[in-house]
């Protein structure tokens, strides 16, 4: 494995130039620091607290209900769902954050999802940053449609893995190619506490079978080769773009310290969902295999 240098990161540009451009196209991912500025880190970093305690009062009317047992360690533990729309929390496997202090709460929480709404910091940053908003354009075209939010945290000492994967895997849409991942970290990212790792030009490979184990839906032993890997460590406020397709995953924190992102998606423009059932039929590997991860997939365990 090797790792990125995060201080010879670039700053975020408001349009992104032919080199990068390139860069994306060959190996599947950019890198750049300061795309957030401090006021909107701490903003992000304390709208995450709101958003626990509005799930933990009871006047907010939050449906509570642990994960499944049977189903994957990253769906085992307590979800919290809002009684509009379709936001929600994921808490870490083995704790009940309703017992913990309010203060402590937010310690615990694993996923944000579909959260780009409930504060106005966050559909800022999803739909309206003129810097990200400019680097997508140059990747995806003039006309860029969005796709879906996610607060992304690893808790220190018990953050679990987010395995290898490709994000095109849970997404029905009809051109693999038109996808764009933008992963913002709040909290400095490091490889002890769960920074992103990708395979540089993955994303060129096609689609990799995905199978169901106890961790996650994952893609299959054996499709990649670790050397390859590339883990890009990035300061407070530093960004990650990466294609759709490319592989990548998150270790386990095992440090003392948390590790919060802001992850949001966005598709070019025409590049539509497409039937499930079409999807399934299409998203397979050089053999066939399966190597979608949607939801109702029976191959779950």
């Given at each position: 494995?090797t790792?990125?240098?995060?201080?010879t990161?670039?700053?975020?540009p408001h349009s992104i130039?032919?080199a990068?451009?390139?860069?994306f196209r060959?190996q599947?991912?950019?890198?750049y620091?300061?795309?957030?500025t401090?006021?909107?880190?701490s903003q992000?970093?304390?709208g995450l607290?709101?958003l626990?305690?509005?799930?933990?009062?009871p006047?907010?009317?939050f449906e509570?209900r642990q994960g499944n047992?049977?189903?994957a360690?990253?769906?085992?533990?307590?979800?919290?769902?809002?009684?509009?729309?379709?936001?929600?929390?994921?808490?870490?496997?083995?704790v009940d954050p309703?017992?913990?202090?309010?203060?402590e709460a937010d310690g615990?929480a694993?996923?944000?999802n579909?959260?780009?709404?409930?504060?106005p910091?966050y559909n800022?940053l999803?739909?309206?940053h003129?810097?990200?908003?400019g680097?997508l354009?140059?990747?995806?075209?003039?006309?860029?449609?969005?796709?879906?939010?996610?607060?992304?945290?690893?808790p220190?000492k018990?953050g679990g893995?987010k395995?290898?994967?490709?994000d095109?895997a849970?997404?029905?849409?009809g051109?693999w190619?038109?996808v764009?991942?933008?992963?913002?970290?709040?909290?400095?990212a490091?490889v002890?506490?769960g920074c992103?790792?990708?395979l540089?030009?993955g994303?060129?490979i096609g689609p990799l079978?995905?199978e169901h184990?106890?961790?996650d839906?994952?893609?299959?032993?054996?499709r990649?080769?670790p050397?390859?890997?590339?883990?890009?460590?990035?300061?407070?406020g530093?960004?990650l773009?990466f294609h759709?397709m490319?592989?990548?995953?998150?270790?386990?924190n095992?440090?003392?310290?948390?590790?919060?992102a802001l992850?949001f998606?966005?598709?070019?423009?025409g590049?539509?969902?497409i039937?499930?059932?079409?999807?399934v039929?299409?998203?397979?590997?050089q053999?066939?295999?399966a190597a979608?991860?949607?939801?109702?997939?029976s191959?779950?365990?």
């Open positions: 494995m790792s990125i240098d995060p201080g990161l670039k700053l975020l130039g032919d990068d451009v390139r860069h060959e599947g991912f950019l890198a620091r300061d795309a957030l401090q006021d909107e880190i992000s970093m304390d607290k709101v626990v305690r509005r799930a933990l009062d006047e907010s009317k509570w047992q049977d189903r360690r990253n769906y085992r533990g307590m979800l919290a769902k809002s009684p509009v729309g379709k936001f929600n929390i994921d808490f870490e496997a083995g309703r017992t913990l202090p309010p203060g615990v694993r996923n944000f579909a959260f780009d709404g409930e504060l910091i800022y999803g739909r309206r003129p810097g990200i908003q680097v354009k140059g990747l995806l075209g003039p006309e860029v449609q969005f796709h879906s939010a996610m607060a992304l945290s690893k220190a018990i893995m395995p290898w994967h490709q095109v849970y997404f029905s849409v051109n190619d038109g764009c991942g933008v992963w913002i970290a709040l909290d400095e490091t002890e506490n992103m790792h990708v540089p030009g994303h060129k079978r995905h184990t106890q961790r839906c994952e893609i299959a032993d054996k990649l080769d050397a390859r890997t590339l883990a890009v460590p990035l300061p407070p530093g960004i773009f759709g490319i592989p990548h995953f998150t270790p386990d095992n440090s003392e310290k948390r590790r919060r992850q998606h966005y598709r070019a423009k590049n539509d969902l039937p499930k059932e079409e999807f039929k299409q998203f397979r590997d053999n066939g295999d979608y991860c949607l939801a109702g997939d191959r779950r365990p």
